[in-house]
T-cell receptor, first 117, second 111 residues
Framework: GAGVSQSPRYKVAKRGQDVALRCDPI?????LFWYQQALGQGPEFLTY????????KSGLPSDRFFAERPEGSVSTLKIQRTQQEDSAVYLC???????????????FGPGTRLLVL | GESVGLHLPTLSVQEGDNSIINCAYS??????FIWYKQESGKGPQFIID?????DKRQGQRVTVLLNKTVKHLSLQIAATQPGDSAVYFC??????????FGQGTELSVKP
């Protein structure tokens, strides 16, 4: 497909479990972003990659959150020892530009809905 | 701190009427603004953007207005249709690449 894809679309985890969320950006897009969206709120920035380099991880809420993009395309967001407050929609976005301060449009995937019980 | 907020959390309009969704931002250094539409269970969908060197930009049935003096952004939708029903977010890119989103306005179109 031509858009950003994410998997799984839904994930239910027991508190304390580790989860891994996958993002496939638009082919050729250099920049990749992860956002967290709580119910009824706007998305909040988590982390940013330019190719395989993680240039900003200032939005990651704790050291339980880890993201990687080893080959500069697919990215994985991992959450260790999940807590109930981690329940949210996790959105991935990509943009063509490779400049951190670019004004390029970010295109979003459908998100992964994570529910931690 | 930085924030992007919306004046009204919900907006209900009649089909065929024009809709106006407002947004305030606080970072005067921001140079790029985007409106996204988000339907239930989906990710945000790009609608229209505007750079800080512009006051107005038009798309298909949508217009974005930027007033830098009062740090205000608005989205106008002409001839609103039932398919326009969704939550609309304004987002700000303050030269750092990451987007800062407002809370969102839910638009409901009555047939």
């Amino acid at each position: 497909g031509a858009g950003v894809s994410q998997s799984p679309r839904y994930k239910v985890a027991k508190r304390g479990q580790d989860v891994a969320l996958r993002c496939d950006p638009i082919s050729g897009h250099v920049s990749l972003f992860w956002y967290q969206q709580a119910l009824g709120q706007g998305p909040e920035f988590l982390t940013y990659f330019q190719n395989e380099a993680q240039l900003d991880k200032s939005g990651l809420p704790s050291d339980r959150f880890f993201a990687e993009r080893p080959e500069g395309s697919v990215s994985t967001l991992k959450i260790q020892r999940t807590q109930q407050e981690d329940s949210a929609v996790y959105l991935c976005a990509s943009s063509l530009a490779g400049r951190w301060s670019s004004q390029e449009t970010q295109y979003f995937g459908p998100g992964t809905r994570l529910l931690v019980l | 701190g930085e924030s992007v907020g919306l004046h009204l959390p919900t907006l209900s309009v009649q089909e065929g009427d024009n809709s106006i969704i407002n947004c305030a931002y606080s970072n005067s250094a921001s140079d790029y603004f985007i409106w996204y539409k988000q339907e239930s269970g989906k990710g945000p969908q790009f609608i229209i953007d505007i750079r800080s060197n512009m006051d107005k930009r038009q798309g298909q049935r949508v217009t974005v207005l930027l007033n830098k003096t009062v740090k205000h952004l608005s989205l106008q939708i002409a001839a609103t249709q039932p398919g326009d029903s969704a939550v609309y977010f304004c987002a700000e890119n303050n030269r750092g690449g990451k987007l800062i989103f407002g809370q969102g306005t839910e638009l409901s179109v009555k047939p």
